[in-house]
């Protein structure tokens, strides 16, 4: 009987260890986030119980406008690269006055934090979030005008940047007729079913589709000629919004802007690896126009750098411009009814 129980027992803190085991390694496995995916950069919003019916004469209504991001720029060393404004528009100053309940006007943009909005990171899965507060003040409708109905745009006007890093293959004799193993082939890399994001590990092709920004590197082509190694990058606009300078962050976008001088897209950098380009069209540094929400870039790297020998790299890519997002709501001001 004795033996029984200690066999029992022993049977029980088997189990005990077994299963406090398997937590552990659960707690210990160390969990792989790739931040670098969306197709978002900051993302506004309205609580649900923002006023949007009010009277004449109405004084100090108050309202936020919630602002989170929902891309991966900026990470926390690149905060101070960051610039933004939020605006407001759409309705009869006359009759209708907005205040932000800190610091400029409307006219001149509310300025966003960018330590509040950093990006999406390992440690930030979510992204930074800021809420700004405003003040209405409604003055006296037009005589025998029962009601007036705006529709309040509100805008926000920023600096974002796409950092793709998109595994490729390298491989400076793709047709050579030596027999050897090799770890890729090169061709035609498309965003992969798994929907993108930062290069990861080995796999050809993985880090295309978005990159946690509203500018996405979608595609690319690779070829091989004597003495270069060939590239065709496709970008598109698939954040929905618009693609501005960045010296127009600071204007109203409400005033609109110089159709001229949208869709430019700014090429910071590209490198195969850690090997800049060797030329680019259009060049490093330079802009690069979308013309439907798409633009491509041309790149060649001398096939040296490969040493004769096929391998997996990333091409990191990393594009900068402004961009602008955009809500609307509906408000509502009734005529002051008097009793007498």
Do not use: H
């Amino acid at each position: 009987m004795v033996k029984m129980q200690k066999k029992s027992i022993l049977i029980v803190v088997l189990i005990i260890l077994s299963i406090s085991g398997c937590r552990r390694a659960d707690i210990d496995e160390p969990r792989e986030f790739n931040y670098r995916t969306g197709t978002e950069g900051l993302y506004l919003k309205l609580p649900t119980n923002m006023p949007t019916e009010v009277y004449e004469n109405d004084q100090d209504v108050r309202f936020i406008v919630e602002v989170r991001n929902r891309g991966a720029f900026p990470q926390s060393d690149e905060v101070d690269d960051f610039y933004g404004k939020l605006w407001m528009g759409g309705y009869d100053d006359r009759i209708l006055q907005i205040y932000p309940r800190l610091g400029s006007s409307v006219y001149q943009g509310v300025d966003l934090d960018g330590y509040n909005l950093e990006g999406k990171s390992v440690y930030n899965r979510d992204g930074g979030y800021d809420a700004v507060e405003f003040q209405m003040d409604v003055g006296d409708l037009p005589p025998g005008m029962p009601y007036y109905r705006p529709r309040i745009i509100m805008t926000a006007s920023y600096l974002y940047k796409t950092m793709a890093n998109p595994m490729i293959c390298v491989d400076p004799e793709p047709r050579s007729t030596r027999v050897r193993e090799k770890v890729c082939e090169i061709g035609d890399y498309s965003a992969l079913g798994s929907g993108g994001g930062s290069g990861r590990g080995g796999s050809v092709g993985a880090g295309l589709g978005s990159q946690g920004a509203p500018i996405a590197v979608t595609r690319v082509e690779e070829d091989v000629t004597g003495t270069d190694i060939l590239f065709k990058i496709y970008i598109q606009n698939v954040g929905g919004g618009l693609v501005i300078l960045e010296s127009d962050i600071d204007n109203n976008p409400n005033e609109g802007y110089d159709w001229r001088d949208m869709n430019m897209i700014r090429i910071e950098d590209i490198k195969v690896g850690n090997v800049r380009m060797t030329e680019c069209r259009p060049a490093i540094g330079r802009d690069v126009e979308l013309i439907d929400e798409r633009g491509y870039i041309f790149c060649r790297v001398d096939k040296s750098i490969a040493k004769g020998k096929a391998y997996v790299t990333p091409l990191n890519i990393i594009l900068s411009y402004g961009y602008t997002t955009s809500i609307e709501r509906d408000i509502e001001i009734f005529e002051e009814v008097s009793f007498r």
